[in-house]
């Protein structure tokens, strides 16, 4: 079996300019916690996700003290979220280098790549960078038991 037979083809996306509040509205009313973000050719630029706009109620400017990020960097604490805790669009949230899919990959290989990463979906994208569709731990989890995603066991 293949990325293909078990991908969603239908992707919620957004673009680089995306608000933070569309963006959170994307995520609540389609209930996923990430989204690929694609320029006007549907080329896959990166992902936001749900930890990224939660960075900015952890992180947001007023709540971070120079000394404090400071000892961030001391403790070895990713200064990825800090960053992001000021983002105001998508293209200033986003996570830029991205593990993808292709659709002709192994589901096998591609389910075991997931769970070292311990990502909860792949981007799946064509040769030429254009995204495709996108591949979720609940899609494996469906072909397996020979269901749609979402539908009652």
């Known amino acids: 079996m293949h990325v293909r037979d078990v991908m969603t083809t239908d992707v919620v996306t957004v673009g680089p300019g995306a608000s933070y509040g569309e963006i959170a509205d994307r995520l609540l009313a389609h209930d996923i916690s990430g989204l690929p973000v694609i320029d006007d050719d549907g080329t896959l630029v990166g992902m936001v996700t749900e930890a990224d706009l939660v960075s900015r109620e952890a ?3 007023d709540r971070r003290r120079p000394l404090g990020l400071i000892l961030d960097y001391l403790r070895d604490r990713d200064p990825a979220w800090v960053r992001k805790a000021s983002g105001r669009v998508a293209g ?12 002709d990959d192994e589901l096998r290989v591609t389910a075991q790549r997931m769970l070292e990463t311990e990502h909860k979906r792949l981007p ?3 040769t030429d ?3 495709v569709g996108i591949v979720s731990r609940r899609d494996v989890l469906a072909s397996v038991y020979g269901r749609p995603p979402g539908m009652p066991g």
């Open 129 to 131: 960078g254009r995204l």
């Open 59 to 61: 992180y947001g400017p």
């Open 124 to 126: 799946v994208v064509a």
């Open 92 to 103: 200033e949230l986003m996570t830029r280098v991205v593990d993808t899919a292709s659709p």
